[in-house]
């Protein structure tokens, strides 16, 4: 199943219903292309690090600040993966999540709301932070996740450098004695202005 074609069509129909005409899509779509080279290094190392982060899970899974959910359904087709929860604080990512839904899997199920105050039901096996904590303080995400995360369970961890991040994470593993039981550097891009590293870490909790 070709994912992305599926999100393409979604994408148009939705743009469409909301109003959006044709040369409202040439103007977004040409703003993306003609910005393209100098994100190009950036996309491919998420690419990377997307299927870096599906190696990695299993069980049951939340992937926190799932955003367009690419990453939430393709985690949710994998094998040994039995559900995957997508979180995400904005609305309309999570009802166009919900529209592809059952199309793609039944596996995923999105909900919206923030991390940090939402209760949530049940707790995983992995919990996935994707290209989201380099905007954030990190520790109260990386707290909650420990709470909501079964014995053994891991957190996994993809993202660029910023703000010391992966500095942090090493502090965070140290203060709470949890084993960071992979760390590894991507590849380098430009990213916030910046010429970064991109990294993965496991978390595992003992
Ligand atoms: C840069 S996007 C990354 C999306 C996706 N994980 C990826 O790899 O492409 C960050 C997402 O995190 C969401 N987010 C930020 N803070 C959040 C919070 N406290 N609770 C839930 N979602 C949050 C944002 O709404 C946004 O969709």
Redesign the pocket.
Known sequence: MNILKLYYEEALRTFRESGGGEEDFYWLVGSLLARYPSYREELEI?KRL?EMITDEVKGKVL??????G??TFKMALKNGVEMVVG????EE?IEFCNRLGDRVTKNAKFVQ????EMGLDEKFDSVV????LH??EPEP?LERALEVLEEGGRVIV?DFDINDLRKRIREFARWKGVKIVKGVTVGRAESHGDLREAFLMVVERL
């Open positions: 998420r997307m992937d926190v600040g799932c955003g367009t690419v990453l979180v995400d604080r904005k990512v709301g923030n991390f940090l932070f994707s290209y989201v905007d954030f995400f993809g």
